[in-house]
């Protein structure tokens, strides 16, 4: 019954290509059917059929006798012979623009290129265009995407998270790192602003990737999420000296607790929660000194982590309530690089760093389209005209208040 039912879908989706096919030649001859030589006769006639040929489509492999043009008319710049060219099924192809478009999704999401043929043999009854060339042939597209990303406008940006991850791929230099931008436009949607190779997370790799941003539109930002590595502050304060920095939760919180011993984690913990969580800057600052008052004496490396600087990490108090989750943690940034560890764990590298980098683009940008909006996207406006927020709620300015 399977297998009726098979052969009807595909006899189904030949019949459709095939009347197609005739309609696009049809339509074709019409259009030129007044063009004539000095004997009167058509210039451009039917000529049969092209040899029947399999194409792989989602419904199943599907043989194709794609009807022929015989076009006699000739271009007056170069002399030669016009062709007429199907843009439903071109001469050298041999499977549909969705078969095409999945092979490097799949790819990406961790099938190797020699398992195309066995595993997509056995789904599409033919493996007819899936040799592991074509796969590598569609991958290299990736490289020239990247490239067009990385000249993209970014005046729309705001709200940047930064930060650096380690993917087990091979980068130009043995301690090279990828450096990851993330912003928030107007709309409150979030975007990939940039991801580049850098150095150790080094001043100079930071500084060169937010010049690079500034050129290609990036005004200061509101504010500036990140971890503790200095060389992405040194760098911001050299680029973008206006934006605020606010330091992110997720690895604070990690790093404090390196400095605790195990049966202090399970209170510091809470602690330290609290403050993040906390339903205004007062109270933030109370349960600072009292974590403070609590832990100081014994453990005073652990404290002077959230005493010395607590402007940046409770920096998100004075932007919108409705943003405080987005802006606490770089966490977003993290979790999408579980999909490229995934995929470089299952190849064991990617290749050239060119490769590689176009491969985790590609795998942030599938990425990009699950990320959740900003919530309160209509206070993102209101943030980069400047409006004044205390505690999440917004401030009425001076001029209007007078």
Avoid at 35 to 45: I, T
Avoid at 330 to 358: K, M
Wanted: with cysteine.
């Amino acid at each position: 019954m399977r297998f009726l039912i098979d052969e009807i879908v595909r006899e189904g989706a030949r019949r459709m290509l095939t009347v197609a096919l005739e309609a696009e030649v049809d339509q074709y001859i019409t259009e030129l059917g007044g063009q004539r030589d000095g004997a009167g006769r058509r210039l451009v006639v039917r000529n049969g059929r092209h040899r029947p040929r399999t194409v792989a489509l989602a419904a199943g492999p599907l043989e194709v006798a794609a009807p022929r043009v015989n076009d006699k008319r000739v271009d007056e710049t170069t002399g030669e012979r016009q062709r007429f060219s199907s843009k439903i099924l071109a001469p050298w192809c041999r499977k549909s623009p969705k078969i095409s478009e999945v092979l490097p999704l799949l790819y990406l999401h961790g099938l190797l290129s020699g398992d195309f043929v066995p595993v997509m043999e056995q789904f599409l009854g033919s493996s007819a265009g899936l040799s592991p060339a074509t796969v590598t042939r569609l991958t290299q597209q990736w490289t020239a995407d990247h490239a067009a990303f990385q000249r993209g406008d970014l005046a729309e940006s705001d709200y940047v998270s930064a930060d650096a991850v380690h993917p087990k791929i091979c980068l130009s230099q043995t301690h090279s790192c990828l450096l990851v931008l993330m912003g928030v436009r107007v709309d409150g949607a979030k975007e990939l602003i940039a991801i580049t190779g850098g150095l150790r997370e080094s001043t100079e790799s930071w500084a060169d990737l937010l010049r690079d941003c500034r050129r290609r539109g990036l005004c200061d930002p509101m504010l500036v999420v990140g971890d503790g590595v200095m060389g992405l502050w040194r760098a911001l304060a050299e680029v973008f000296p206006q934006a605020r920095h606010q330091r992110c939760w997720v690895h604070k919180t990690r790093n404090v607790s390196n400095s605790l011993p195990k049966s202090a984690l399970s209170g510091a913990k809470k602690a330290l929660q609290e403050i993040c969580n906390a339903e205004d800057r007062t109270h933030a600052e109370k349960v600072i000194e009292a974590f403070a008052k609590t832990y100081g004496a014994k453990f005073p490396k652990a404290v002077a982590k959230i005493t010395e600087d607590r402007d940046e990490p409770l920096a998100f108090y004075d932007f919108p309530a409705e943003h405080w989750i987005h802006l606490r943690t770089t966490n977003p940034i993290e979790s999408t690089f579980s999909t490229v560890r995934l995929r470089t764990e299952v190849t064991r590298g990617a290749g050239s760093p060119v490769a590689a980098l176009a491969m985790v683009f590609k795998l942030v940008e599938s990425a990009q389209g699950r990320w959740r909006a900003i919530t309160g996207a209509h206070l993102v406006s209101l943030v980069r005209a400047g409006a004044r927020f205390e505690n999440g709620v917004l401030v009425e300015r001076e001029e209007q208040a007078a």
